[in-house]
Nanobody
Framework: QVQLVESGGGLVQPGGSLRLSCVAS????????MAWYRQAPGKQRELVAA???????NYVDSVKGRFTISRDNAKNTVYLQMNSLKPEDTAVYYC??????????WGQGTQVTVSS
């Protein structure tokens, strides 16, 4: 069984920064992609950023230049550095992991609120 535990969410003023972390534990043979999704109230869950085992990255257009995804393979951890946060970034952020075998796992989510 694989567990993903997110941390780092909270309340921040517009223009501020937060760093999200997600640690994967359990029986993990090989991680392929790690990603962050978010879901705002009344909206569908959307992919924010993803990083492959080879460190290729992908971002939704709305966060390009502001957010940076990175991973530490030795620690089975993925990070999301969020800078210049805007009120529209407010959402529950979810960590996602896909193994090389195609298995898909989700974290429980961490709330990010951007408000003055």
């Amino acid at each position: 069984q694989v567990q993903l535990v997110e941390s780092g969410g909270g309340l921040v003023q517009p223009g501020g920064s937060l760093r999200l972390s997600c640690v994967a534990s359990g029986t993990i043979k090989s991680i392929n992609v790690m990603a962050w999704y978010r879901q705002a109230p009344g909206k569908q869950r959307e992919l924010v950023a993803a990083i492959t085992r080879g460190d290729s990255t992908n971002y939704v257009d709305s966060v390009k230049g502001r957010f940076t995804i990175s991973r530490d393979n030795a620690k089975n951890t993925v990070y999301l550095q969020m800078n210049s946060l805007k009120p529209e970034d407010t959402a529950v952020y979810y960590c996602n992991l896909i193994t090389t075998a195609g298995r898909n796992y989700w974290g429980q989510g961490t709330q990010v609120t951007v408000s003055s």
